[in-house]
């Protein structure tokens, strides 16, 4: 499995740690920090993926046509069709409406819901999109990503789409699912740098969240953030390749 990590624009060397090429650009900080988009951008001429995110998460959901003047900034590979956290209805309107306007490359679409049937509902319609490439499992979803992915693996829709997982709750578990379906393909995750920022381990039980302003990591907070992103390697399986 391939890691994007995610860190602060003042530390944006630890994404260098990403394995297998890929990373997650955040559209808000693509849009509004020249120096964020820049690095991306270098990273794309150099071979890397880029999913261009498209910003819900951190409540900058982007128009279309604002992801897609991203995508240029930053050298995007793949988008993240705009959604809406845990709505399937809402999710279905949005997606339907925005992939018109998304320059028919690769969209990775993320269903949403409340219910694993909504969830379910909602995943079927988004891959019929034609630029469906990759099925994004958000970490906010009320449903366990285990059931998803059990029933993902049922119908065999990892040999035609990639999966991702968007974000990890909890770093100390999620591994086991990399685990279970290795045939995930991609996950995203601020995790090692948010611990170690606030020198703490990935095995905490101490939930931290990524700190955007955070100064750049002193010498044990660097040391701590290194074994972080080795610790989630072994975890997850993941290899420069």
Same mark, same amino acid.
């Given at each position: 499995?391939?890691?994007?990590?995610?860190?602060?624009?003042?530390?944006?060397?630890?994404?260098?740690?990403?394995?297998?090429?890929?990373?997650?650009?955040?559209?808000?900080?693509?849009?509004?920090?020249?120096?964020?988009?820049?690095?991306?951008?270098?990273?794309?001429?150099?071979?890397?993926?880029?999913?261009?995110?498209?910003?819900?998460?951190?409540?900058?959901?982007?128009?279309?046509?604002?992801?897609?003047?991203?995508?240029?900034?930053?050298?995007?590979?793949?988008?993240?069709?705009?959604?809406?956290?845990?709505?399937?209805?809402?999710?279905?309107?949005?997606?339907?409406?925005?992939?018109?306007?998304?320059?028919?490359?690769?969209?990775?679409?993320?269903?949403?819901?409340?219910?694993?049937?909504?969830?379910? @509902?909602?995943?079927?319609?988004?891959?019929?999109?034609?630029?469906?490439?990759?099925?994004?499992?958000?970490?906010?979803?009320?449903?366990?990503?285990?059931?998803?992915?059990?029933?993902?693996?049922?119908?065999?829709?990892?040999?035609?789409?990639?999966?991702?997982?968007?974000?990890?709750?909890?770093?100390?578990?999620?591994?086991? @699912?990399?685990?279970?379906?290795?045939?995930?393909?991609?996950?995203?995750?601020?995790?090692?740098?948010?611990?170690?920022?606030?020198?703490?381990?990935?095995?905490?039980?101490?939930?931290?969240?990524?700190?955007?302003?955070?100064?750049?990591?002193?010498?044990?907070?660097?040391?701590?953030?290194?074994?972080?992103?080795?610790?989630?390697?072994?975890?997850?399986?993941?290899?420069?390749?």
């Amino acid at each position: 499995m391939k890691l994007a990590l995610i860190a602060p624009t003042n530390q944006l060397h630890w994404c260098t740690f990403s394995t297998g090429g890929m990373q997650m650009a955040l559209a808000h900080k693509v849009m509004t920090e020249p120096q964020y988009a820049e690095f991306y951008k270098q990273r794309s001429l150099g071979g890397d993926f880029i999913i261009m995110d498209n910003g819900v998460a951190e409540q900058s959901q982007l128009t279309p046509a604002e992801l897609m003047i991203a995508g240029r900034l930053c050298g995007a590979t793949e988008y993240v069709l705009p959604d809406v956290i845990n709505d399937t209805e809402r999710t279905l309107d949005l997606g339907y409406a925005s992939a018109p306007d998304m320059g028919g490359g690769p969209l990775m679409v993320v269903p949403q819901g409340q219910t694993f049937e909504s969830w379910t @509902l909602c995943a079927s319609e988004l891959v019929g999109l034609p630029s469906a490439a990759t099925i994004g499992l958000s970490k906010y979803c009320p449903v366990p990503r285990r059931e998803l992915l059990e029933w993902l693996g049922m119908r065999g829709w990892y040999k035609r789409y990639g999966i991702h997982l968007l974000g990890t709750a909890e770093p100390s578990i999620t591994h086991k @699912l990399v685990w279970d379906y290795p045939w995930i393909r991609s996950m995203d995750t601020a995790a090692p740098v948010a611990y170690g920022l606030m020198e703490r381990y990935l095995s905490s039980p101490k939930h931290a969240g990524l700190r955007w302003d955070a100064l750049p990591a002193d010498r044990h907070e660097s040391e701590v953030i290194l074994a972080n992103i080795a610790q989630l390697r072994r975890w997850c399986n993941a290899h420069d390749s």
